[in-house]
Each structure stands twice: as C-alpha cells, then as structure tokens.
T-cell receptor, first 113, second 112 residues
Framework: NAGVTQTPKFQVLKTGQSMTLQCAQD?????MSWYRQDPGMGLRLIHY???????DQGEVPNGYNVSRSTTEDFPLRLLSAAPSQTSVYFC????????????FGEGSRLTVL | EDKVVQSPLSLVVHEGDTVTLNCSYE??????LLWYKQEKKAPTFLFML????IEKKSGRLSSILDKKELFSILNITATQTGDSAIYLC????????????FGQGTELSVKP
C-alpha cells in the first residue's frame, strides 16, 4: 500500500538553484496539497488542488509553482531557491467529502545554502 | 483572517500523568476540527470533531469540541513514552477542498 509517495527525502541546494519535489498518490483522491513545516509554526499551506488541471494558492505560495496534469501527481517546483525555503515539505491528499482527513507523504527535508 | 492557536507549545510530563492540550480557533464558516499526531515523520489522523459536547475517544485519548467558545481539547490519560509527539490541531476551510489551517502544534515529551 503505497499511499502518498514523496521524492526526494533529502535535498541540499545552493541559493538560486531550482528543483522539483515529486508527489504521487495511488488512492484516487481528488484533493492534493503541499505544506511546509518550520519549528514552532505548525504546517503552512503552500498550494493545493481540487482536481486535475485546477490549482490554487495557500498561505505561503511565493517562490513555489505547482501543476496537476493527472489525478495522481502533484509536483512542487522551487523556481530560484532561497535560504528562507529551508524547511520540511509534506505532500498530502484527501477524498472529496472528507477534506480534513489528510493522508501525508513522509516528507522531504530541503536545505538551501 | 482565519487562525488556529494551540497551547501550550511544549509540555514535559512523566509516565502515568494526564495531559490536556488546547486548541482555539477563529475560522469563517466553521464545520469541523481535526487532531493529528506527528511522531518522527508524517502527521497521522486522530479525530474529527463536528458537534459540540460530543466526546470522541480512542483508548487513552479523548477530545471534545466547544463551538460556542471556539475551542477544543485533547486529553491523554495514563501517558506513556510512546505518546511523545507533536500534536496538531487543524480546521478545514469550507468549500476550498483540501485546505486546512493548522495550529503551531504542541510538542509533548513523556519521560519514563
């Protein structure tokens, strides 16, 4: 049972580099979202999607890009990495009608030097 | 602005103690509140609360919602070292599928 799969688990970038965090789910969930977690700040929503072809911004979208071409995949792109983007990133999915019951990936720890 | 606030931010107790974690919220069109437990990796779902005064229980964990006073509490009785985790409270934003507002989390440490 794969659930929500995120890659890579760890990544170190230099300031200005770009990268993509991959997220895939095999539960046929309609909703997918990306959160970042920083110490003492809980989880903050970056971007979310209610279905293929539909995305919207969350609380902290600046510096990030997303697309949802299929139900299964929801990649997060860092356009030009900054030290402030050093964080742990979680991808999550949920079923329409049960939007609060998120299933999370195991997280990706990103360090920007 | 929608917000969710948890207290305390951290807590250290000894095995066998009972703890109460707090979550208050100010969210437009409130429908439900959720509790998650986060150990080393990803948060996992504990409870969803939608009605005031109805206690949800799962073993030694229980939670209750007060929609008049806009808060929820999570109780853990007879704590064990395995209860050590970050406990997160979250509120879904109505009609914005998959969008949750999380509190800062309470980091609970249970000492033997």
């Amino acid at each position: 049972n794969a659930g929500v799969t995120q890659t890579p688990k760890f990544q170190v970038l230099k300031t200005g580099q770009s990268m993509t965090l991959q997220c895939a789910q095999d539960m046929n969930h309609e909703y997918m979202s990306w959160y970042r977690q920083d110490p003492g700040m809980g989880l903050r929503l970056i971007h979310y999607s209610v279905g293929a072809g539909i995305t919207d911004q969350g609380e902290v979208p600046n510096g990030y890009n997303v697309s949802r071409s299929t139900t299964e995949d929801f990649p997060l792109r860092l356009l030009s990495a900054a030290p402030s983007q050093t964080s742990v990133y979680f991808c999550a999915s949920s079923r329409q009608g049960k939007t609060g019951e998120l299933f999370f990936g195991e997280g990706s720890r990103l360090t920007v030097l | 602005e929608d917000k969710v606030v948890q207290s305390p931010l951290s807590l250290v107790v000894h095995e066998g103690d009972t703890v109460t974690l707090n979550c208050s919220y100010e969210v437009t069109n409130f429908r439900s509140l959720l509790w998650y437990k986060q150990e080393k990796k990803a948060p996992t779902f504990l409870f969803m609360l939608t009605s005031s005064g109805i206690e949800k229980k799962s073993g030694r964990l229980s939670s209750i919602l007060d929609k008049k006073e806009l808060f929820s509490i999570l109780n853990i009785t007879a704590t064990q070292t395995g209860d050590s985790a970050i406990y997160l409270c979250a509120v879904p934003i109505y009609n914005q599928g998959g969008k949750l507002i999380f509190g800062q989390g309470t980091e609970l440490s249970v000492k033997p």
